[in-house]
Structure formats: C-alpha cells, structure tokens
C-alpha cells in the first residue's frame, strides 16, 4: 500500500515571497504519478500540477514548481511570486500507473497555506 | 464545458436515517470516483466506476455505503442508517479513462452533517 506524508499542518508567506509545501511518500511501485491539488475555502479540488515518475526532469506549471527526488521519495512545491488567491489547503497525492482501480488517488493529510498581504 | 456537479451541495440529517448524494461527472468521462474527506480521516478513496464493469468497492467502510452508476453517467452514493462518524465532505471525480495518466476532475462535493 502507498502512503503519503505532509507534515507541516500550516504555512504561513508574505504575498509576493517564495514557499516550499514538503511532501514524502512511500511506495514499491517503480512507475507512478505525482500530483499537488488545491482546495479553496468552495471546497473544489484543482490540480496545480502532476509528475510522472518516469520524468527526471520537475514539472512546472507558471508560478509553480515541484522538486521530484524519486530516490528520497520526496515531492515538494514550490510556489513563486505567492498571491492572495493561493490562500487554500494544498494536497500532495499519489496515483499507482495504469487504468482500473489502479487510479485511484492516495492524499496526504493536507497543509494550510495563508498569504498574507 | 460544465465541470462535474454535486448535489446537494449541505445535507444535514439525523442518525439512523438515510441519505443520497449525487454526482454528474463531466461529460464523456467514463471513470467516476467517490472520496471522503473528514477531519479525523483526511481524504479517503471509497468506490471507483468504470463504464459499465463492476465497481471497486474496497475503499467503502461498511455495508452502510453503497454506490451506483446509471447509464455509464449520473452516480448516487448512498448511505444507509446514517451515524454521526459518517459526517464529512463527499467528494465525486471523473476522469477520461485513456493510457497515461488519468487526472481527475473534482466536483465541489456535498458536505454531510448527522445530528
């Protein structure tokens, strides 16, 4: 079974700094996917962006980045440029490869994140 | 195009009575996903639907919850007997079913209150 950790409860930034969201699972699997999804105050889940484990190079998505270390079965975010409407619970997630049951995501506990003006 | 929809979006009930949640997944996607999200549990993976093969229910926690899917579309979780752990988010996802990775969709969920 694959098991995903996120440890700090709560962050806190300055609009317009830089934060790092931690993330560490664990997994047998050699081929997976990775994903960050935020959750406004609405309650809808939004994809920031997903790592395919076989991909040495880190996603990035505009302000956002990841740092994949596949051997350390870490996968952090980094968030650039921080904004107000970023002000949510992030997720980081785990999804095994293939179709079937097989997609169904593994969540971490979930981090607040507040940007302060 | 419309995103997928839950309804209805507050439920409050009593113990011992019974509930249907609804989800419409996006249009064409013939993966659909159920999860809970509470604050004791976190997010947790309840059933999974295929088109029209037989679901994945590993994830349900009793024989309370059960789930369908009709027509390969609309899906009704329901929960039998409701007890006051049972109060959380629900969430509904879909997905296009194709090889690579399958990102799923979320709706805004229906948040379940047992008095």
């Known amino acids: 079974a694959q098991t995903v950790t996120q440890s700090q409860p709560e962050m806190s930034v300055q609009e317009a700094e830089t934060v790092t969201l931690s993330c560490t699972y664990d997994t047998s699997e050699s081929n997976y996917y990775l994903f960050w999804y935020k959750q406004p105050p609405s309650r809808q889940m939004i994809l920031v962006i997903r790592?395919?484990?076989?991909?040495?190079q880190n996603a990035t998505e505009n302000r956002f980045s990841v740092n994949f270390q596949k051997a350390a079965k870490s996968f952090s975010l980094k968030i650039s440029d921080s904004q107000l409407g970023d002000t949510a619970m992030y997720f980081c997630?785990?999804?095994?490869?293939?179709?079937?049951?097989?997609?169904?995501?593994?969540f971490g506990k979930g981090i607040t994140l507040s940007v302060r003006p | 195009g419309a995103g997928v929809s839950q309804s209805p979006s507050n439920k409050v009930t009593e113990k011992g009575k019974d509930v249907e949640l609804r989800c419409d997944p996006i249009s064409g996607h013939t993966a659909l996903y159920w999860y809970r999200q509470s604050l004791g549990q976190g997010l947790e993976f309840l059933i999974y639907f295929q088109g029209n093969s037989a679901p994945d229910k590993s994830g349900l926690p009793s024989d309370r919850f059960s789930a369908e899917r009709t027509g390969g579309s609309v899906s009704t979780l329901t929960i039998q007997r409701t007890q006051q752990e049972d109060s959380a988010v629900y969430l509904c996802?879909?997905?296009?079913?194709?090889?690579?990775?399958?990102?799923?969709?979320f709706g805004p969920g229906t948040r379940l209150t047992v008095t």
């Open positions: 996802a879909s997905s296009h079913s194709r090889t690579g990775v399958n990102e799923q969709y």
């Open positions: 790592q395919e484990a076989y991909k040495q």
């Open positions: 997630a785990f999804m095994k490869q293939g179709t079937g049951a097989n997609s169904k995501l593994t």
